[in-house]
């Protein structure tokens, strides 16, 4: 699989080859091992507390805020080091990293082991996903970037639905302890695929160049961008800073609902393990994936003449998202509590294609695999590392009040941040309509 160079002016009419395609399927297929490693603990977490003696704090905090910090925090020495190397292979060791890391979860006898086996898991998931943003952007030209990226992000809901499919599969035949070690040593096997059959395309090679900054064959190309000028230019960026913002915002929400709904379904309404495996993953997987891919081929469609859809899209899907989650919350049994579910699963994430493509737009080429990981950072260090600790220590708080429904009232308290994430694409609206008014002037 390998890139072509492609000159400014060609760049316009070109269009991606089979390696391309092949390339996204692979980088597709790390990101579902990435969040299949990533949510299995909250797919399997009643036998894990059945065992372990875990709490809902306790699980809210190791799916949260301690794999966040590690995830996040690393992501940007990361970033950094792939935007100056081979991406490729800075890919390939995280995720040789992560799927061993994920295999010692499943050998963990105590709290503790498990969590240190989780903060390792963050560590090598810190170089996955950003090294495969800047990869795709530098095989797919502008035009088609928004649905490349929707495919590749489409990711972590098969993740999901496998995770739940597989995971809940194997706990209910054998142990919890058996999926993880299952899972982690695909991951190996994979990372060495990807070191040895993926190549490194050119950087900026399909992009094209505003008509006052093309450069001939005797003009210096422009020198490398700087760690903290990158830094700098995305935090003092008003576009970038908002889309972070917002999408922090929406993450709160989502993986809040994301770490915790197996549980709910299970403790609260009744489910079983091989009923969650069964329609709760098909849920997810049909309903994330659908989200995901509508709203990258809907940015496709409008961004180019109205750049203000890359919040507009986002904020409408929340905000059709918001009454059917209390549906969700309140449905007395599991199927109606599905049939809820079911469209603000998509809606929910109308936000991430929109603004992955949006960001790696606005940036530089030997900026992007940088700039994806500070989108990263301030979004999962929010919504990651916030969302679910909120959520368990909330359930926890309720629970000797309200036993038999604390993880129920827990939810409802999410409803307010569906305005607030509303509020704050409309915010990076505003920033965006300024942006192109300036630029016209």
Known sequence: MSGEATSPAAAVTARPGPAAWAVLATLCFIYVLNFLDRQLLSILAKPIQDELGVTDGQLGLISGLYFALFYCVLAIPVGWLADRTNRVKVLSIACGLWSAATAAC?????????????????????????????????????????????????????????????GASIAAAYSWRLAFLWVGAVGVVTALGVWFFVREPRRGALDTPPPDKVVDATTAAPPPAGFLSTCRTFFTHPVLLRTALACAATQFITYAVLNFTTLFLMREKGMTLQQVAVWYALLIGIGVSAGMFASGRLIDRFAPRWKAAYAYIPAAGLALAAPLFVGFVWAPTWPLALVFLA?????????LSPAV?????EVRPDQRTLAGALLLLVMNLIGLGLGPTYL???????????????????????VPFYALAVGAFLWLARAIRRESQETAA
């Open 357 to 361: 493509t949006l960001v790696q737009e």
């Open 392 to 414: 368990g220590f909330v359930s926890d708080w309720l629970r000797p009040s309200h036993p038999d429904n604390s993880l129920q009232l827990a939810f409802y308290s999410l």
């Open 106 to 166: 499943g050998l963990a006898g105590s709290y503790p082991q498990l969590a240190a086996a989780r903060m390792a898991v963050g560590v090598g998931e810190a170089g996955g996903v950003p090294p495969s943003y800047a990869i795709i952007s530098d095989y797919f030209p502008s035009g088609a970037r928004g649905t490349a990226l929707s495919l590749f992000n489409l990711g972590p809901p098969i993740g999901q639905a496998i995770g739940i499919a597989f």
């Open 343 to 351: 469209l603000p699963t998509g809606l929910n994430y109308f936000y």
